[in-house]
């Protein structure tokens, strides 16, 4: 069996509602679609994580694989596939850490000076230095790895395709290849919108068969985004 677990379509960043894909995000998960109808994948489960940028994403594949006459499950949410509170982990970080410079650069809004607090913020949280968080980094790893062990019950020896976002993903990754917290936070920050990863179970644990592909977007760079 083959699990595909697709990082959402680009969400609203910088917006007062994150959690709703933006234009561009829109575009990415019919294209999406497209690629994947074409190329003849027929899934026996659809899983989202619940969140609103999950089901957009979903719905976007959905359209796409009606447009070509082909059905598609309808999805089942799973929270063991939702993102941790990004907002909580980061706005801690920055309070802690206000006058650090990782902390004052960030305030430019540059793409790599936000990419620097990010990290600063997650391996900080991986090392629990972030108090009184809704989930620690411990507590949040162990409901992912329990919810990629529900995957392969429900996909049986067909597909199943998982709408998810970028922690839940690269803790998944983290896990089927045996690397340090540090890794998993790489793995995170190097996802891509929409991006495909396939894992496949095997011997009680999943093993990574790609990561982070774009098959989809192949000649479209400007659709290629992080944030």
Same mark, same amino acid.
Request: hydrophobic share 45%; aromatic share 8%.
């Given at each position: 069996?083959?699990?595909?677990?697709?990082?959402?379509?680009?969400?609203?960043?910088?917006?007062?509602?994150?959690?709703?894909?933006? /234009?561009?995000?829109?575009?990415?998960?019919?294209?999406?679609? /497209?690629?994947?109808?074409?190329?003849?994948?027929?899934?026996?489960?659809?899983? &989202?994580?619940?969140?609103?940028?999950?089901?957009?994403? =979903?719905?976007? &594949?959905?359209?796409?694989?009606?447009?070509?006459?082909?059905?598609?499950?309808?999805?089942?949410?799973?929270?063991?596939?939702?993102?941790?509170?990004?907002?909580?982990?980061?706005?801690?970080?920055?309070?802690?850490?206000?006058?650090?410079?990782?902390?004052?650069?960030?305030?430019?809004?540059?793409?790599?000076? &936000?990419? =620097?607090?990010?990290?600063?913020?997650?391996?900080?949280?991986?090392?629990?230095?972030? %108090?009184?968080?809704?989930?620690?980094?411990?507590?949040?790893?162990?409901? &992912?790895?329990?919810?990629?062990?529900?995957?392969?019950?429900?996909?049986?020896?067909?597909?199943?395709?998982?709408?998810? @976002?970028?922690?839940?993903? @690269?803790?998944?990754?983290?896990? =089927?290849?045996?690397? %340090?917290?540090?890794?998993?936070?790489?793995?995170?920050?190097?996802?891509?919108?929409?991006?495909?990863?396939?894992?496949? %179970?095997?011997?009680?644990?999943?093993?990574?068969?790609?990561?982070?592909?774009? %098959?989809?977007?192949?000649?479209?760079?400007?659709?290629?985004?992080?944030?």
């Amino acid at each position: 069996m083959s699990l595909l677990l697709v990082r959402h379509g680009q969400a609203s960043y910088g917006a007062a509602d994150y959690d709703n894909l933006s /234009e561009r995000g829109h575009e990415q998960s019919r294209r999406l679609g /497209e690629w994947l109808a074409r190329g003849g994948h027929r899934f026996k489960a659809v899983v &989202v994580g619940g969140m609103r940028r999950h089901r957009q994403t =979903a719905e976007g &594949v959905a359209a796409a694989f009606a447009a070509q006459g082909l059905d598609l499950p309808e999805p089942v949410a799973d929270e063991g596939f939702a993102e941790f509170d990004h907002q909580a982990v980061f706005s801690t970080w920055l309070t802690r850490n206000a006058d650090h410079p990782v902390a004052i650069a960030s305030r430019s809004g540059r793409p790599r000076d &936000v990419g =620097a607090m990010l990290q600063a913020a997650l391996l900080a949280w991986a090392r629990d230095e972030l %108090p009184d968080l809704p989930e620690s980094w411990a507590t949040f790893g162990a409901r &992912v790895h329990a919810a990629g062990e529900r995957l392969e019950a429900l996909a049986g020896d067909g597909e199943a395709l998982v709408l998810s @976002s970028g922690g839940v993903i @690269s803790r998944l990754a983290q896990i =089927a290849l045996d690397v %340090p917290d540090h890794r998993a936070v790489e793995l995170n920050l190097a996802l891509r919108n929409s991006a495909l990863s396939e894992f496949h %179970p095997h011997a009680g644990r999943l093993r990574l068969g790609s990561w982070n592909a774009l %098959p989809h977007l192949h000649g479209e760079r400007e659709l290629w985004t992080y944030y």
